[in-house]
């Protein structure tokens, strides 16, 4: 498929015969989460994806889903709430997160998941036997797969029933916009290299961010230039191209995802899980150098920080049973990511650390507050050990186009676009204005619960467009 930048052209100029009521740019949980509540309420719309398959960053992520007051909460016995979600949210983002989009998230991605089960089959199970970081009650929802991919092929398989138009291997490169920035079509090239146009009343942008645009990398997000980049290549911000060329407002662009287990040389995600439940992160001199349990976004400024920008998660047998329960755990594994120690001195030998430094790090993890780091240890780690040499990854953006509790695209003076839409990583997101700002699941809280907002306010642009 030919690469071309993303433009917006005339409206006066389009040509094209075909026409949808909506157009969604992006088949991951976003825009399929946006295709199934547009269905539901009766609404035509079209998907474009660039891929060859719906995947896109939903897949390479953990899958899990954040989410209060939902019914397979009811199920498992758990008691939360809206109120509880929000100041979470804005808890882990210290008061920086737009309030607006905390609300609107907080109270919306409930009703999303249950009308995704309700209506579509997706079955929502409670992780409840562990807690991830900043969260204050058990909310992390999953299919049973336990994995994003898991997640996508449900999503998808949905879709298919409900007869909804995903077209793949589109890649959008064109909006057609008129004086006031009103969209009235598409462009999108195939793989034979031609461009196709489509008519449409509205457009959601659901095409996630920034973290495959190397340039927009370096220019944004300064600190994560070198380091690898685990999302998805996709993610080359067409969404801010657009938006500064239609004279939208941006937001938040100093926030993203970043994650402190990406196992080297595997390139795997190395659920962190196994952090919150008691293992630890050492350096190259045998030394811990920051409270794991503060969270894994954070941490890969963390260990890049480290010499050679990498550290070792280090677990115990009890651990290692825990985390072989997460399939993306099990693969890594499988591929050779898990090295084994039978005590502190092979331990050593494999980071190639002294004995002294690693035993006396070691040493410290006891059922108690660790001064230094302030860290509170639930139990000691006992031999055999099992290492997992990790690097600091980036894999999503969290600022983007900044939108209205409706996922209107905003102008520059703050007053919406008439007819675009914009959630999940296209989207400023509710994890403020840094690394430190992401509260696990916010990803897919804002892909999910974006979605669900913008169909609905989609219905309603359609609804006074007929009046």
Known sequence: MSAQLPKVCPAAELQAEEKTQVVIVGAGACGLTAALALYRQGVDCVVLERDAFAAGSTALSSGFVPAPCTQAQKNQGITDSVETFAADIQAKAHGQAAPHLVQAYAQQIGPALDALEQHHGLPWQVLDNFMYPGHSVHRMHTVPEKTGAGLMSRLQAAADVAGVVVLTQSQVTELWADGQQRIHGVGFVRPDGQVERLRCDAVMLACNGFGGAKAMVNEL??????????????????????????????????????????????????????????????????????????????????????????????????????????????????????????????????????????????????????????????????????????????????????????????????????????????ARGVSGQAVWGYLSGNGLLSAIAGGHIAAQTAQQLLKDAAL
């Open 221 to 426: 997000l300064p600190e994560m230039a070198q380091a690898t980049y685990a999302g998805h290549v996709g993610n080359d911000g067409s969404a801010i191209a657009w938006g500064r060329q239609l004279g939208a407002r941006l937001a938040d662009l100093g926030a993203y995802q970043g994650h402190g287990s990406w196992a080297l040389p595997q390139g795997a995600l190395i659920s962190w899980a196994l952090m919150m439940e008691g293992g630890v992160q050492i350096n190259a001199h045998g030394e811990r150098f920051h409270d794991e349990t503060q969270g894994y976004s954070e941490a890969a400024v963390q260990v890049l920080g480290q010499p050679g920008g990498v550290a070792w998660n280090v677990f115990d047998d009890t651990l290692l049973a825990f985390a072989q329960d997460f399939p993306d755990f099990v693969s890594a594994q499988n591929a050779g990511a898990v090295q084994h120690a039978a005590d502190a001195a092979a331990l050593a030998q494999l980071i190639g650390c002294s004995l002294d430094s690693l035993q006396a790090t070691m040493n410290a993890i006891q059922p108690a507050t660790d001064t230094a780091t302030g860290r509170h240890f639930k139990r000691e780690l006992q031999a055999p050990f099992h290492a997992i040499k990790v690097t600091g990854a980036l894999f999503h953006t969290q600022g983007g186009l900044d939108i209205d509790a409706q996922a209107r695209v905003l102008r520059s003076d703050g007053t919406p676009l008439p007819n675009l839409l914009a959630a999940g990583g296209a």
